[in-house]
């Protein structure tokens, strides 16, 4: 039977070649058939008399491809599963006994004194650099309703162990006492063109009243930073400018209530003496004791928490 149908398509020289048989096929699918490119005189061109129709895949090559492509994926993503931005990597057996042991100590002890906190602290200390004494309050307060939030500032008696880098908005006279009295960065309209080009390498922006106005636009650009003067937090100087830049360069705290209704700072270093510590955790409470709203109802504080930078949270009663 095979033999018969070769004869007949040698005995018959108009047969049609296979580039039209399969254009045949797609029309009678009810798919139009692609036309051969021409060139400019109207000429069909060499490469497109030359094609003919793709050969079928083989069965199961087109399921084979897909396969074969995604295994190497997978085993890309598997190893770069403890290594993905936001993910921390897996802790050693000896620090995941460490931690787990120094929890449960502190399980076992409950609130404790500052005292006896901060000594805990510093022979859990595993870090090689010097980390910063942290202390947490959790408030009773209703962040929802704008009397009863809290916030402010507080001078630490010993300071908080690090340079502050002060920028004072101030014209006239005000720029030379404020360099004087330690500002790293005093001025007016200069200072604002910088900071319009991006330009935020302060750690606290304190500014006169006279020159509030200028500075509201610089809202969008220090407002999400933290960094806008603003008379709550007590960066808007109304007194004397010189005694406002030595409490900020020497440790002049702020603080206010998170979405949580809690209260977090920093109120010092590990290489600090456990009685400037001491005396710089108890000011801060202090004074979040004194801004207590009129209109919060009982307990306002409810724990206080003493922690480092690496290390766990150690409940206290002050």
Request: aromatic fraction near 4%.
């Amino acid at each position: 039977m095979a033999k018969k149908q070769s004869a007949d398509a040698a005995d018959n020289p108009k047969t049609e070649p296979a580039a039209a048989a399969a254009a045949k096929g797609k029309e009678k699918e009810g798919k139009p058939a692609k036309e051969p490119k021409k060139d400019g005189k109207g000429k069909t061109s060499p490469a497109a008399e030359g094609a003919g129709p793709a050969p079928a895949p083989a069965e199961g090559g087109a399921a084979a491809a897909p396969t074969a492509a995604a295994a190497p994926a997978q085993s890309e993503s598997a190893k770069r599963k403890g290594k993905r931005p936001g993910i921390t990597p897996r802790r050693g057996k000896k620090l995941r006994n460490h931690v787990k042991n120094q929890y449960q100590k502190l399980d076992k002890e409950g609130p404790t004194n500052v005292k006896r906190a901060i000594g805990v602290l510093k022979q859990m200390k595993r870090a090689k650099f010097d980390e910063t004494i942290e202390v947490h309050m959790s408030l009773g307060v209703d962040t929802t309703q704008s009397d009863q939030l809290v916030r402010g500032t507080v001078s630490l008696p010993h300071g908080i162990g690090k340079a502050v880098r002060v920028l004072v908005f101030c014209q006239g006279d005000n720029v030379t006492k404020a360099k004087e009295a330690g500002a790293d960065y005093a001025g007016s309209d200069d200072l604002i063109k910088q900071i319009q080009g991006g330009w935020t390498d302060f750690d606290v922006a304190l500014a006169t009243q006279d020159m509030m106005g200028p500075v509201a636009r610089l809202g969008k650009i220090l407002g999400p930073r933290g960094l806008m003067p603003t008379p709550k937090a007590g960066t808007v100087i109304t007194g004397d400018i010189a005694t406002a830049v030595r409490e900020f360069k020497a440790g002049k705290v702020e603080y206010r209530t998170d979405k949580g209704g809690n209260v977090h700072a920093g109120v010092g270093k590990m290489s600090f003496d456990e009685d400037k510590l001491i005396a710089n955790v108890a000011a801060f409470v202090d004074q979040v004791r004194a801004v207590k709203p009129a209109s919060v109802k009982g307990n306002y504080i409810k724990s206080i928490t003493l922690s480092a930078t690496m290390s766990p949270g150690i409940p206290i009663t002050v």
